[in-house]
């Protein structure tokens, strides 16, 4: 064969190579690319449960998810009330309760504890309950006392002014009437305390009755993520 016509054929097969090859090295790349990680998940538990969100705790990582929406591990929230949530991971379906964890077995809570997100002003207002009616509660650790105005205090049956003792209090429009009450239990999710110094004041103020240090002492405070959480040891 003449020199040339080899080394045409020579360049040929080169050619070809170098074309396979290159294919071949696009086609690793792009599924390199497509191919989803898989996170090796040890265990998932539910620190906090709201209506149609929930917080999870995945591999010591705390995660806020809503209905619909994934953790970068891979876990999708299908459903989520205070009680219950039903997540979907690795393909199956699985139902957590407040304080149970998907492992081997589950863990149950040492005592009892809730979650508090915050309202669009930065507020933690949740519902709980005076002598075991409902009422609206905002979280506040500068309010040395539970305190309510005088029409909330009716709204309870609350007999302020036969049972409460008389004092005088500054407040930030100025100085009011209000009367020093015990009232005999306040709840907030599943904590209770019994006895609980309160103070109701004479007019509006405040709107939402807040839940102040002698409820809070009771309890252990901590806030994370714009959620805040109390709980009680049993």
Not at 4 to 17: E, M, Q, T
Not at 118 to 124: A, L
Not at 168 to 190: F, H, K, P, R
Request: aromatic share 8%; with cysteine.
């Amino acid at each position: 064969m003449p020199i040339a016509l080899w080394l045409i054929s020579c360049s040929r097969v080169f050619n070809l190579k170098f074309v396979v090859l290159a294919k071949t090295l696009l086609i690793t790349l792009a599924l390199s690319f497509i191919s989803v990680p898989v996170c090796a998940i040890d265990r998932v538990e539910i620190l906090a449960l709201f209506n149609e969100r929930a917080v999870l705790l995945i591999n010591g990582a705390q995660h806020l998810l809503k209905v619909g929406s994934s953790s970068p591990e891979g876990i999708r929230l299908l459903s989520a009330t205070p009680k219950v949530a039903e997540i979907e991971w690795a393909g199956e379906r699985q139902t957590l309760y407040l304080s149970r964890q998907i492992s081997s077995g589950y863990t149950e809570a040492q005592g009892q504890a809730i979650a508090i997100p915050h309202n669009w002003q930065g507020q933690y207002v949740t519902e709980g309950a005076i002598n075991g009616r409902t009422v609206q509660f905002l979280v506040d650790t500068g309010a040395n006392v539970l305190a309510m105005n005088s029409h909330e205090a009716k709204n309870l049956g609350i007999d302020y002014l036969a049972e409460g003792n008389k004092i005088t209090i500054a407040t930030a429009s100025g100085i009011s009437t209000g009367y020093e009450i015990m009232l005999d239990s306040v709840s907030v999710g599943g904590i209770q305390v019994q006895q609980v110094k309160a103070t109701v004041l004479e007019g509006d103020y405040p709107q939402v009755t807040l839940l102040g240090m002698t409820f809070l002492h009771h309890v252990d405070l901590r806030e994370s993520s714009g959620i805040m959480y109390l709980e009680k040891d049993f």
